[in-house]
């Protein structure tokens, strides 16, 4: 650890930019004045948002957990010694599983812990804990664009270029990505395609991201949210339809483009108009603005990019949409070119390690398939077990909370780096359900909204304060360096796996030194698509831009697909994508549409950021976006507490009136908790293929409070 008062270079603990940044412990006290300064970096380029500027508040909070906590026969949680919870735990897991089985015992975790934890949790669970239940919160953040990247190119690495390919661009396509709050100092790349006004935002919100479009910078699409399939098919028609294809790259590269092409026929544009509200002219024109910038692009000119948010791929048909993305790249000829290109902006600190080392239900480490021969024989041979120690494919996150505390379901569940009485869909069953539990043991360092609900709380360390890698959104391998010393009583989360293994007497290695488990990740991740075996921290401190393929003996891969895609074949494929019929009827009678989201201030479920002063006081409360016309429809008023209702329970927040919207649009950010929880609107339909839930478009009613105590008052008398 670095010396009070001397700067220690690492990253933020928060989104998947990662921004590089200085953080400095004060020379007297602990933590008390810490200091964060952005540093240069290509990703960042010195630059910070307001949640990593404020982030040194998370380290001195006086909310911080600092012993382990217990829940009594009298349901409060005390204070409590270690070495008896850790014995307990075991204990409790011993009988549960002896009475209901192994898989009656489950792990929750997350893409914000390091590679090592994450790789040590999925090991965790398959040879300490013996269950095949085992998932994650990537599942509500990246799994459609996953399955639409493995799908198309073989392999699933959110960006297989470097952020600073983009600078160069002259046509940037942003689908349902709100990057200008999401990742401010991101915006920094989007400047070359504004100058060229070639930003094109699709977005049923004029975000802080589609204002960037604003004076002649670009194009701004405000489809009615969950439409954008549609309206992907309409701008591939307008390419194929006027000619506009790369037939020679269709040739060389891809396979599937015949039907893909004949399914266009029917989506002229015209006709998505009147699904999506986006004119026809403005679907016409985005084509050919796209068309030019790849036309550009192919000749070693400024290229084309087309990228992809959670907007359009958090929906129960988000991995058909994306893939009806990646279709229209490949139609244009950009994926696996120098100078155009297509990708998805990874969320989570971690989103893209985390989602390669075994915490998935059907997943193994190095992004190996947990139901693959041979990819079990490798990983038993590095763990020293027998291939049959280890369990098969789990439950996708969605099902695995169904689960909870159903007969035959899971009676015990381990939460780690996840809020998921927050952020998870239809969030009041999932709290019965985390309600219902025979155990519930969470760790974290502050008590979250999931953890107030555990049996035992176990405090752990947190970023600033212990030492791993995270691979950031453009498949980079990072240090995050420990810079303050933790707080006594709190522990590192790899010291308690590896006690409660040796508790559990699990037949393999469970060490707490972070280069010990980053050695065997490495070594379990050789010959996998995301193989990390030339990477150790000698490396990383080195300071190589350690882009994953970096198999033993190479420099790394900073551009995937230049020669081939990931298939045997070498080539990608274009798949055909329709909208199920049910999905776009359901939408016909609607009423109001809820979009959910982010806002700058707050992260995720809001356990950090309703923490730090600063970002509390920007945005204390749950807002709800709404059209004034709409409002005025509904007899609403700024700031006036409304009721939002759903076919899956309610929430309340202050209207905030703003033409910004749609008027059959309304916004609410999921950060704030209980009454104000927008997943307590959100339901349980998932995408076929990805397991994703729907959380950008759910039917909703919106009431004032006082007309809806008014009509409650009616329904009580009749
Ligand atoms: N401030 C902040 N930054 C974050 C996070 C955070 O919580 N707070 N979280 C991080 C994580 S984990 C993630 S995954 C990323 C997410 O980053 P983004 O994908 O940028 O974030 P969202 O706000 O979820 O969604 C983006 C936009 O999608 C729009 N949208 C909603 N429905 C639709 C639709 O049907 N179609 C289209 N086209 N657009 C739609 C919303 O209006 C919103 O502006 O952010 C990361 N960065
Ligand atoms: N309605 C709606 N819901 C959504 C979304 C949406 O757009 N709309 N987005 C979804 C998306 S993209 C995501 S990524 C999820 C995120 O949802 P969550 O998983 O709830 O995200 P966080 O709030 O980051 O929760 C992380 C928790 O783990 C703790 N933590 C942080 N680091 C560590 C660590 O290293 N170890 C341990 N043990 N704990 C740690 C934090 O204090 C926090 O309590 O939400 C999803 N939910
Ligand atoms: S953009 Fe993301 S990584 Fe950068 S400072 Fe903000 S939260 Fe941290
Ligand atoms: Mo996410």
Redesign the pocket.
């Known amino acids: 650890m670095e010396q009070a008062g001397t700067g220690q270079q690492t990253h933020c603990p928060?989104?998947?930019l990662q921004c590089a940044m200085t953080v400095t412990a004060s020379s007297h006290g602990r933590n008390d004045g810490v200091t964060i300064t952005g540093r240069e970096f290509p990703t960042n380029r010195g630059g910070l948002?307001r949640?990593g500027w404020s982030a040194a508040d998370l380290l001195s909070h006086p909310d911080r957990l600092t012993a382990p906590l217990v829940r009594g026969a009298d349901g409060v949680l005390r204070e409590a010694e270690w070495d008896a919870v850790l014995h307990l735990i075991a204990d409790r897991v011993r009988s549960i599983q002896a009475e209901s089985g192994r898989d009656s015992v489950a792990v929750f975790g997350g893409?914000g812990l390091t590679n090592e934890k994450a790789y040590t949790l999925g090991k965790f669970a398959r040879l300490a804990l013996r269950t095949s239940r085992i998932d994650y919160n990537g599942r509500f953040?990246?799994s459609s664009a996953a399955a639409a990247g493995n799908r198309a190119f073989g392999v699933d690495r959110g960006l297989p270029f470097p952020l600073e390919d983009l600078d160069a661009a002259s046509v940037v396509l942003l689908?349902?990505?709100?990057?200008a709050?999401?990742?401010p100092p991101f915006v920094q790349h989007l400047r070359g395609a504004q100058a060229a006004a070639g930003l094109i935002v699709?977005?049923?919100?004029r975000?802080a991201?589609a204002r960037l479009t604003d004076q002649g910078k670009g194009v701004h699409l405000q489809?009615?949210?969950?439409?954008?399939l549609a309206l992907l098919l309409g701008l591939a028609h307008v390419v194929v339809a006027e000619g506009l294809e790369d037939r020679r790259y269709l040739a060389a590269r891809t396979s599937g483009y015949d039907d893909v092409a004949r399914g266009l026929a029917r989506w002229w544009p015209e006709r998505v108009q009147g699904i999506t509200g986006v004119p026809a002219a403005a679907i016409r024109a985005t084509a050919r603005l796209l068309a030019q910038g790849a036309r550009s692009g192919a000749q070693g000119g400024p290229g084309a990019y087309i990228l992809t948010?959670?907007?359009?791929e958090?929906?129960a048909d988000g991995t058909d949409t994306t893939t009806a993305a990646i279709n229209l790249a490949l139609l244009l000829g950009l994926p696996g070119t120098l100078h155009s290109g297509f990708g998805t902006?990874?969320?989570?600190g971690n989103?893209q390690g985390g989602r390669e080392h075994g915490q998935k239900a059907d997943q193994l480490p190095g992004y190996r398939k947990i139901t693959d021969p041979a990819a079990r024989a490798h990983v038993a041979a590095v763990w020293g077990v027998p291939e049959d120690a280890i369990p098969g494919p789990g439950l996708p996150a969605v099902e695995l909370l169904a689960s909870l505390g159903r007969p035959g379901g899971t009676r015990c569940l381990f939460v780690h780096g996840a809020n998921i009485a927050v952020s998870a869909p239809n969030a009041s069953t999932v709290i019965d359900g985390l309600r219902s539990l025979d155990l519930l043991v969470v760790s974290d360092f502050f008590l979250s909204e999931t953890a107030a609900l555990a049996d035992i709380v176990l405090p752990v360390l947190q970023w600033a304060e212990e030492e791993g890698t995270v691979t950031n959104l453009e498949g980079r391998v990072l240090r995050r360096r420990a810079a303050v010393a933790p707080p006594p009583g709190a522990r590192s989360e790899l010291w308690l796996m590896q006690e409660l293994a040796r508790l559990l007497e699990a037949p393999s290695l469970f060490s707490d030194d972070p280069a010990t488990m980053f050695d065997e990740l490495a070594r379990a991740s050789a010959g996998g698509i995301a193989d990390y075996s030339g990477l150790d921290y000698s490396v990383l401190e080195g300071g190589a831009a350690a882009y994953w393929p970096y198999p033993a003996g190479s420099t790394g891969t900073p551009r995937l697909f230049l020669d081939a895609f990931t298939h045997p074949t070498g080539r990608a494929v274009l798949v055909p994508v329709a909208p199920r019929s049910a999905a776009l009827d359901a939408r016909v009678p609607a009423p109001l549409l809820l979009?959910?989201?982010?806002?700058?201030?707050?992260?995720?479920s809001g356990t950090q950021?309703r923490r730090v002063t600063e970002l509390l006081a920007a945005q204390p409360a749950a807002r709800l976006q709404l059209h004034p016309a709409t409002a005025q429809d509904l007899g609403i008023a700024q700031d006036d507490p409304v009721v939002v209702t759903s076919a899956h329970g309610e929430a309340r927040a202050l209207a905030d009136l703003t033409a910004d919207i749609r008027q059959d649009t309304v916004?609410l950010?999921f950060?704030y908790a209980e009454a104000e929880s927008a997943n307590r609107l959100t339901g349980g339909a998932t995408d076929p293929v990805s397991g994703m839930p729907e959380f950008?478009?759910t039917p909703v009613r919106v009431a004032s409070l006082s007309t809806r105590a008014f009509t409650d008052q009616l329904e009580a008398i009749a």
């Open positions: 928060y989104c998947a948002c949640k893409g953040c990246m689908l349902g990505s709100n990057t709050d999401t990742m699709v977005d049923p919100r975000s991201t489809p009615t949210p969950g439409t954008d948010g959670r907007g359009i958090q929906h902006l990874t969320g989570q989103g979009a959910t989201g982010r806002l700058l201030e707050h992260y995720q950021t916004f950010a950060h950008k478009t």
